[in-house]
């Protein structure tokens, strides 16, 4: 890869350059938060200010309201070169059906906090009968909690093989309904790939949420040509950098944070009068993942071409839930996976973004939710 160009000298004017470059980065990722995941409001391991909560400690404090749920276990799942992936289990581990969810780029299982708190009351909590359903949440590579492999090792391929060995691991009977929001529901078209026979009997349903499967480098995001020209532009220097010097571009997005949480807000959700609480948790997770880790996933991403894996989930049931107003992956590419598989439902939530699990979680959870009913009671009908 060529070297980027030198920019002019003055620390100044270049932390100006490099955070225009990062912010402009951001908004070209097209494959979760965007902005927002370039350039959060804290800094990670030693960096961090005491008291600032990291996306781990989230789960244990979340800030939109009491009654977080709490992991019933948790584990340590060795991926194949080596690598910690960090596991949350909710209800007992002989329930009859498991729900596994998988989180979006820069994000972490935080992100599922509201489908957390209310499916773990419907699904997996003995309220006078037994748990209808086990609900397994885990941290992407380099992400939240869990361990950060080589960066060669930053594709969609390795993050499938990440699923397949959490479920040898933590699931390795029983059916199972996967759940993914953004690179997350690449991650699981990716396991389709590697492993189409799971997808049947062992993989008994899949929900992918605001997600696509290709295309995403020639996204606009709604910006004027001339920005989106410089977008182009711009992304692989930005890449570059945060890849090769993260420490400048984890200094760079500090001094932005105001103005990349503003994209957050506009970019991330479609409500005008989001709830701030919402933008910072997006906040704080995304400054839990490295900018290195960033630039590392970023050509996977951009280069994605999952249409061709979609052909196993043609045998189970299948839900394509997307906000109608997502800026960042928008709703043409759920259309586009639904028109490759005709018998899956298709769920589109009006006034909502890119971040609808946290928008809208009523109507996201209550979609989730009957699927892996209906899944359920055909496990209970044999």
């Known amino acids: 890869m060529a070297r980027p160009p030198t920019p002019p ?4 004017h270049t932390a100006g350059i490099v955070g225009a470059v990062v912010g402009l980065a951001a908004a070209g990722t097209a494959v979760g938060v965007a902005v927002s995941r370039i350039a959060g409001r804290r800094v990670r391991a030693e960096e961090v200010r005491a008291g600032e909560p ?3 400690e989230l789960r244990e404090d979340d800030p939109l309201g009491a009654d977080a749920r709490a992991a019933d276990r948790t584990a340590l799942v060795q991926a194949d070169d080596g690598v910690l992936l960090a596991v949350e289990e909710i209800g007992p581990r002989d329930a009859p059906l498991t729900v596994v969810f998988v989180h979006g780029y820069t994000l972490s299982m935080a992100s599922w906090t509201f489908q957390r708190r209310s499916l773990a009351a419907e699904l997996a909590t003995a309220n006078g009968h037994r748990p209808r359903a086990r609900l397994v949440f885990y941290d992407q590579r380099g992400h939240g909690a869990s361990g950060r492999g080589e960066p060669e090792r930053s594709t969609i391929e390795q993050l499938a093989r990440d699923l397949a060995t959490v479920l040898e691991t933590r699931v390795p009977r029983g059916p199972v309904v996967l759940i993914g929001h953004s690179m997350g529901g690449m991650t699981i078209m990716g396991l389709a790939a590697l492993r189409p026979e799971l997808f049947g009997e062992r993989i008994a349903a899949v929900a992918l949420v605001s997600t696509s499967s290709g295309n995403l480098a020639d996204l606009n995001f709604g910006l004027p040509e001339l920005l989106t ?5 711009v992304l692989p220097i930005a890449a570059f950098t945060m890849k090769h010097r993260p420490a400048l571009a984890e200094r760079t997005r500090r001094v932005a944070a105001r103005v990349v949480s503003a994209a957050t807000r506009s970019l991330s959700f479609a409500s ?3 709830d701030p609480a919402l933008v910072e948790y997006v906040d704080s997770m995304i400054a839990g993942t490295p900018v290195d880790v960033i630039g590392e996933f970023y050509p996977a991403l951009a280069g994605l071409d999952e249409t061709g894996s979609l052909e196993p989930l043609r045998s189970i ?16 590419h759920s259309e586009l996976i639904v ?7 298709f769920v589109v939530v009006p006034a909502a973004g890119h971040m609808v699990q946290l928008e809208k979680p009523a109507e996201v959870t209550a979609a989730l939710g009957e699927l892996i009913r209906r899944v359920g009671a055909r496990v209970a009908a044999g």
């Open 9 to 12: 000298h003055g620390r100044g």
């Open 54 to 56: 990291t996306a781990a």
């Open 229 to 233: 020209r410089v977008r182009a532009t």
């Open 272 to 274: 005008a009068d989001v």
């Open 317 to 332: 049931p299948t839900l394509v839930l997307t906000g109608e107003e997502d800026k960042l992956i928008p709703k043409e």
């Open 339 to 345: 028109e490759r598989l005709p018998d899956s439902e």
